[in-house]
């Protein structure tokens, strides 16, 4: 891949990663701001603990996909970024814009997913 396409997903993920980081900190300080207190009612109090359970279930998926970031970054500065970590052809761009911490070919990904379909069944 050549070093303008590499720095395009370069600032992409950066760019992602500073907005899920943003939505952590909001949350952090929503969290910390509003306590059970405040809602002396059982069922108001229940439902906070409810929509809060929830958010942290999404902050833990996007705090998992920060770190698939961080190793996208590191395997863009190692020049590794965009070749298939099973076979070693290169990821088409196409596919690296629809999940740019892809570390797989569309390819090996099918073949994978067809794998543990089997398995499953």
Do not use: H, W
């Not at 290169?90 to 797989?104: F, N, Q, Y």
Request: proline share 3%; with cysteine.
């Amino acid at each position: 891949m050549n070093p303008e396409r590499l720095e395009f997903f370069r600032s992409l993920l950066q760019e992602r990663i500073n907005e899920l980081l943003g939505e952590a900190d909001k949350t952090r300080t929503v969290m910390t701001g509003s306590g059970a207190s405040a809602f002396p009612d059982p069922t108001d109090r229940a439902a906070l603990e409810t929509d809060r359970s929830y958010v942290l279930r999404i902050r833990d998926r996007e705090r998992k996909l920060i770190l698939k970031i961080r190793d996208a970054l590191d395997r863009i500065d190692a020049g590794t970024y965009g070749v298939c970590e099973i076979c070693g052809c290169e990821i088409s761009e196409k596919r690296l814009l629809a999940r740019p911490v892809t570390t797989m070919c569309i390819a090996c990904k099918s073949r994978m997913e067809d794998l543990e379909r089997a398995r499953g069944a």
